[in-house]
């Protein structure tokens, strides 16, 4: 299953979401089981009532979302994407 066939219902949109840091600036390693997950991804598909209203999110933006958002999906070879409530973005970043 590639990211780009999954296609959101309704008020949901498709989020491929940003690795978090592995490594601090002092170069500590922090593992993946105290690591936090990323709360920015960028906008990979739309639902069709978020594509037929005036919304302030497009493909491609690269936006922040609440930290409990969303339903995590694994695509083979691609990495976590989401799939979130428009409600729960909560900024776009510039």
Not at 47 to 72: H, I, K, S
């Amino acid at each position: 299953m590639k990211a780009k066939t999954v296609q959101p219902f309704v008020n949901r949109v498709l989020i491929k979401r940003e690795e978090s840091c592995s490594v601090t600036e002092s170069g500590i390693i922090i593992p993946e089981t105290v690591r936090k997950k990323a709360t920015k991804g960028t906008v990979i598909a739309l639902g069709y009532e978020v594509r037929d209203m005036p919304m302030e999110v497009v493909v491609g933006d690269l936006v922040l979302f609440t930290q409990y958002a969303g339903t995590q999906i694994d695509v083979e070879d691609e990495g976590e994407y989401l799939i979130v409530r428009y409600e729960d973005i909560v900024a776009i970043e510039n």
